[in-house]
């Protein structure tokens, strides 16, 4: 199915159409703010910018949203493209832009329910061990083969996304919603990715299928080539497969210290000191193991280990700089990470490769194999301003916007010549606007006019 696009009209008079009936883009059924003119929306004094903003909200975010189908019965938000389906990755960077606009936040409710309706109908078949996985992606067709695909999570942001919610429009409403769900969504990844209890996350898929457990992470990340799959190192059950990688993942690893930073964050919010102990005490456990485990000082960034060994495995992709907006990096190894960002192994002409440039497997446009994608850009970006490294951050941030303002937006890029790669306006590439409006970019600034309630 090609990806849902917003009607090439303004905002304006679309919103305003569906006042009187279903509009493309927006499925019927899909809570609608007022009229607002995206034209008007940004304040910028570059109208390429503008223009480019406009652009991304219209086909990225609002472009994204669908109405109730099949076994996704709420609200929910699509890639794009081909990839028809409820992601855990892509969503999380729409629903926080999402969250920028007036009264969607019902429709933003539905988009998490979604994922805590599939986890109760999981758990309804599957054994304890398993209990309160989310999938990778909810897809709406899929009503009758969900527990064999995808019987596999992905990058675990979900409490992240949360949290850039609340921060934006306050819903208390939606953090009460998913508190217990996603805390029970860590507990599974604790207790099925980090088999061995050390505080390191690895991949894994309850079908066996090898592929599968790469998918829960960056696709095909270098540092996986080695991967395998094998029974649970201590649970010897009947029916017990080979489900669980040996490779703990840096990247993985860093997105669930973030997601428990947001469970503290949440917690806190909501006055639940006991939750927020509970999750602080993982955060503690894990970054001592990656501090300890995944280091190297050499490579200037954090590697993934073999899970029983520990051995590093050696080569540095994408994955090995989200450490940076996890917070795992003392103030000596960021320093570390931001000298080795500015070598020639991460500065392509477009930054930042999804794989070390010297590694023999780097191809400008290979797919998580050198390629450039704007989503972890802006999250590399975010982890460098948190440890003070600015100029830095803005440099990677105006170089995507650029490229994005002269290839257009898509879901990767090749990293020598920018060219677009994959699926033009992808959900996630909505984030080279976030870049413009956290105020990581220097050269190319964007700010959200205040709306009026």
Known sequence: MKRRVFLKHTLVGALTSLAAGPVVGLGAGVETPPPINLQRLFDTSDPEVAKLAE????????????????????????????????WIWDTMFVVDLLSLLPD????????????????????????????????????PQNET???????????PILAWGVERV?????????????????????????RERDVTNNGLVAVGAYSGDIQHGRFETFDYECNLDGLKLTVHPTRKGEKEGAWYGDICAAGNTAYLIMGERSLVYLAEATGDKSLAARRQRRIDKAVDAMRQHMWD????????????????????????WIALMAGVPTTAMARRMAEALR???????????????????????????????????????TGLVR????????????????????????????AVTGKALGVNFLGMSCTIATMMLDGLTNKYRLKLREIPK
């Open 55 to 86: 652009a991304i909200f219209r086909q990225c975010v609002l472009g994204k949203l669908s109405a109730p189908r099949g076994a996704l019965k709420r609200t929910w938000i699509t890639a794009g493209g081909g990839f028809v389906g409820q």
């Open 104 to 139: 969607m936040e019902q429709n933003i409710r539905d988009v998490f329910q979604n994922y805590w309706d599939f986890q109760v109908r999981w758990n309804q078949q599957r054994p304890a061990y398993a209990h309160d996985m989310v999938s990778c992606m909810i897809e």
């Open 145 to 155: 083969k969900w527990l064999e695909y995808p019987a596999y999570s992905q990058i």
């Open 166 to 190: 609340y921060r934006r429009n306050g819903d208390k409403e939606l953090v009460r919603q998913c508190l217990g769900p996603l805390e029970r969504f860590h507990e599974w990844y604790w």
């Open 297 to 320: 000082e050499e490579a200037g960034t954090f590697l993934s280990v073999n899970r029983d060994s520990l051995k590093q495995v050696p080569v540095a992709t994408i994955g090995s």
């Open 343 to 381: 070598t020639e192994s991460w500065q392509t002409p477009l930054p930042v490769p999804t794989v070390d440039r010297k590694d023999k497997r780097w191809k400008s446009d290979a797919y998580w194999r050198g390629d450039v994608w704007p989503a972890p850009n802006y999250q590399i970006a």
């Open 387 to 414: 440890y003070g490294y600015q100029d830095l951050a803005a440099d990677i941030a105006d170089k995507t916007v650029a490229n994005a303002m002269k290839n257009g937006v898509s879901e990767h890029y090749d």
